[in-house]
């Protein structure tokens, strides 16, 4: 059951997304507001994708995060969280990532796919997402935080929708055929030294799995995934912090790599 009023919704929505705009930091929101639950957050993350649509940008895609079985018990929930990506997130590979438009920018190794049809929940198997991808590819997500020191819970995370801040793609796309998802390896370099790997079962045991859970989360707002959308399937690799001169190279079994840069 909701907590908030619209107003408030609203408010919210305008000092987190001030926060992210501005590269400033601000106190965790259930400080002020402690009863806030799962739906308020959501409502408020809905709240900020309404205000940069308003602004002109459009959704460049969605993302899936906290996808560690580990992780979701050591966090006390049962689901993954969901967050939006918008076009100016999107960076270039080559192109340099401003550490003055960030807080505190970590880097995770992800893959992501694009759909080919609608995907809709309640119920939405990994069969269906399988017939619905047209291109699996390599990506890489930089998350950051507007909660000072990184002192949050998940309810104001996901306000904060979940962390997102920028993406890289790059590599080799391809069709999901013969790529093994699950067993698809990962090595995260930092500076040119390995400081991450994992596989894709990492997420949820097949990164599938995170697109299925999307169409159902999203099913409980009666929203669809539609043709054409760019998902990312969440963190394989640890977040890595990144600072300003820092390079990573993330080189993906079957798929290429990717370079990045801070400046």
Not at 160 to 186: E, I, Q
Not at 201 to 229: C, K, N, Y
């Amino acid at each position: 059951m909701s907590t908030l009023d619209a107003d408030t919704v609203d408010r919210l929505a305008a000092h987190l997304e001030e926060a992210e705009l501005k590269a400033r930091e601000v106190e965790k929101i259930t400080d002020e507001y402690p009863d806030l639950d799962f739906e308020d957050a959501y409502a408020i993350q809905w709240a900020i994708r309404r205000r940069k649509e308003r602004a002109g940008h459009r959704v460049a895609g969605l993302k899936m995060g906290l996808t560690s079985w580990a992780k979701m018990a050591q966090m006390g929930v049962e689901q993954p969280i969901y967050a939006h990506l918008f076009d100016y997130f999107a960076v270039n590979e080559g192109a340099p990532l401003r550490t003055d438009e960030l807080i505190h920018p970590k880097v995770e190794a992800e893959i992501g796919v694009v759909l080919s049809r609608d995907l809709s929940g309640p119920g939405c198997t990994i069969a269906e997402v399988m017939a619905a991808v047209d291109v699996v590819l390599p990506c890489v997500e930089v998350i950051d935080s507007r909660y000072r020191d990184f002192r949050f819970d998940l309810v104001s995370v996901i306000a904060d929708n979940a962390s997102s801040a920028r993406f890289v793609t790059g590599g080799v796309g391809r069709s999901p055929d013969g790529l093994d998802l699950k067993g698809l390896g990962v090595v995260l370099e930092k500076n040119g030294q390995v400081v991450a790997t994992g596989a894709g079962a990492a997420v949820l045991g097949h990164p599938l799995s995170s697109v299925a859970m999307l169409a159902d989360m999203l099913a409980e707002r009666g929203e669809t995934i539609p043709a054409g959308t760019f998902v990312m399937t969440g963190g394989i690799t640890a977040a890595i912090a990144a600072q300003k001169g820092d390079h990573f190279t993330v080189r993906y079994q079957d798929l290429g790599g990717i370079s990045l840069r801070f400046a």
